[in-house]
């Protein structure tokens, strides 16, 4: 499935009506919103604690301990107090106790472990991150569907909108086009707890921790990665020196 997101209807919807909206065209390419994605500390922790009190209730980051959150400044103990609440040891794999075959039963397919879903879902379209984001906004109520929920991004979901209460709950004006295809447009029908932007931030801190996540050590890499770079630049410059002064009474 392709959907074309036209930001410019978003923008000037949300500029003039002060409720998000969006239009998208169900068979056509797929345009992505670039998420925000950031590193600083307090934003991968929000992310985290968004992570463990929405997400982890279906999914599950089983390649990833609850200790390795160390690299986003977090101690073991606030791990504990804030992120931990089965009696898991700070040790543990980030798993869930809901079993494959009965979430397969509630939701039509096992939810997905989420511990490298960002550098998964990357494609031609966009980065992991800018999918996600995307995906994680577009939600709207659709009797249809057993939850209630669909999502224009990702047509016949099986996953409810987790998030509703914070977001609020959107709801979704189609539009049949001349070529065939569908527009969405997405309006907010009741407000949530937050703002639109608001909801947008903690979104963009949700998937920078979904990033971080995939990838835990990105920021030491590309700093070894400059070390590496410069030591190769300077040997080059020896190496050329040598080569200069081995060959200079050679003719």
Request: with cysteine.
């Amino acid at each position: 499935m392709t959907i074309n997101v036209f930001k410019t209807l978003k923008r000037f919807a949300a500029a003039l009506l002060f409720v998000p909206s969006l239009a998208l065209a169900a068979g056509a390419a797929v345009h992505l919103d670039r998420a925000p994605v950031s590193n600083d500390p307090a934003a991968l922790q929000h992310g985290a604690k968004l992570f463990v009190n929405y997400c982890m209730g279906c999914h599950s980051a089983s390649f990833m301990r609850y200790n390795m959150l160390n690299g986003i400044g977090l101690n073991d103990q606030q791990i504990r107090d804030n992120l931990m609440f089965s009696g898991e040891r700070v040790g543990d794999l980030m798993k869930i106790s809901m079993r494959h075959n009965e979430s397969k039963i509630w939701f039509g397919k096992t939810p997905p472990d989420l511990t490298l879903i960002a550098r998964q879902r990357a494609s031609g379209d966009g980065s992991g991150a800018d999918w996600l984001y995307t995906y994680l906004r577009q939600f709207y109520r659709d009797d249809q569907r057993p939850t209630g929920w669909n999502n224009v991004v990702f047509a016949n979901v099986g996953m409810p909108h987790v998030l509703w209460q914070l977001q609020g709950e959107q709801v979704a004006k189609v539009t049949d086009n001349p070529d065939g295809t569908k527009s969405f447009e997405l309006s907010l029908a009741s407000p949530g707890t937050m703002s639109a932007d608001e909801f947008d931030k903690a979104i963009a801190d949700l998937v920078s921790y979904l990033v971080w996540m995939g990838e835990p050590i990105a920021e030491k890499r590309k700093t070894i990665g400059v070390f590496v770079l410069i030591f190769l630049a300077g040997l080059f410059v020896l190496s050329y020196a040598l080569k200069k002064n081995y060959w200079r009474d050679i003719h």
